[in-house]
């Protein structure tokens, strides 16, 4: 008896708790934050209980890691990512240090110092992802992605490289 309420008493946290963080993932997509990867979070929670909320978190995950990885490829976009996280960062510290700042509070600068890390470190795990599949001469993730979504481009850019008449 008492380990099937400590079950349920489990279920329901894990559910709330779930349920939170997906609502703070749904707001994050309307405002500063990584929406998606707090999404993901939320159906990792829920994934713990519930079978429909992995095959969920395996879409978010997808999504969130198809997202970084299309930043990752193109300069400009990485660069905007990483000056927007710093700036994050900096926001966060300044409505935690300004009492003049409207609603300026520990909780609301520390969401957005823990929000600018979070773009931060996603940023830079895509960039090393791609750098070491270069390395290894292997397709970057957002390479990978670009064939699965546009075969009809992949193909011809891999013909235009090998140009005609070449082996391959």
Known sequence: MLNRSAHLLRRIALTVLGVAILGVGVAMLALPGPGFLVIALGFFVLSLEYEWARRRFEQARRKAADLADQAAANAL??????????????AGVAWIVVDSL???SPWTGGS???SGLVVLSTMIVSLWQARQARLAGEPTPAEL???RDHPDRAAHSDRAATGPGSPG
């Open 77 to 90: 976009s990485s660069a905007f990512t990483i000056v927007f996280g710093i700036g994050m960062v900096s």
């Open 102 to 104: 409207p609603a300026s």
């Open 145 to 147: 992605l670009e064939r």
């Open 112 to 114: 957005l110092i823990f």
